[in-house]
């Protein structure tokens, strides 16, 4: 069955715009986690949607948003952005949230570039 | 604060030898461990994981060790291949209903052939 899909791959905006990304994660999987990765900083949790509800958040600001629909596809927007949002952007996918860690599986990521 | 360091950016091994990358922790609240490998343009795959209950689990060619009193883990990979050359992430979970993973930043391995 197809993986988990991210659009788009490649964006570049300046700073204070907004940008949206969008997640399609695995067909029959419910929950979608989205991560952050800047050189040095590895993978950062940014918040977990089942059901369209977000179930937990990371340490980030008020600027990083997301949401859910009802076919679980996922958006995440960022607004006002800054030079330090530059950074690939992964989602992740598994069953149900209580599922184990291990069948959480990655999208390709988004390569976000704010200028 | 990272609560999971790996603090080897890259590590260089020959083809056949074993490969061994470090990872240390903070929170001793995780009790689960993954490690993940990530190829460039793709995202994370997982790659093997050990139980807070258990110091050592193996998968073929790799072995995750887990030292919990010195909140060291490391994963060995005997023999490398260079389809290995990749990044390696380990993470770390608290448990838990709020089962987020908690990533280290990760090492570049090369595998010369």
């Known amino acids: 069955k197809a993986g988990v899909t991210q659009t788009p791959r490649y964006l570049i905006k300046t700073r204070g715009q907004q940008v949206t990304l969008s997640c399609s994660p695995i067909s029959g999987h419910r929950s979608v986690s989205w991560y952050q990765q800047t050189p040095g900083q590895g993978l950062q949790f940014l918040f977990e949607?089942?059901?369209?509800?977000?179930?937990n958040k990371g340490n980030f600001p008020g600027r990083f948003s997301g949401r859910q629909f009802s076919n679980s596809r996922s958006e995440m927007n960022v607004s006002t952005l800054e030079l330090g949002d530059s950074a690939l952007y992964l989602c992740a996918s598994s069953l149900v949230p209580s599922g184990a860690l291990n069948e959480q599986f990655f999208g390709p990521g988004t390569r976000l570039t704010v200028l | 604060d990272q609560q999971v360091k790996q603090n080897s950016p890259s590590l260089s091994v020959q083809e056949g030898r074993i490969s061994i990358l470090n990872c240390d922790y903070t929170?001793?609240?995780?009790?689960?461990f993954l490690w993940y490998k990530k190829y460039p343009a793709e995202g994370p795959t997982f790659l093997i994981s050990i139980s807070s209950i258990k110091d050592k689990n193996e998968d073929g060619r790799f072995t995750v060790f887990l030292n919990k009193s010195a909140k060291h883990l490391s994963l060995h990979i005997v023999p490398s291949q260079p389809g290995d050359s990749a990044v390696y992430f380990c993470a770390a979970s608290a448990g838990g209903s709020a089962r987020q993973l908690t990533f280290g930043s990760g090492t570049q391995l090369t595998v010369l052939p």
């Open positions: 949607y089942f059901s369209e509800t977000q179930r």
């Open positions: 929170n001793s609240m995780f009790d689960y």
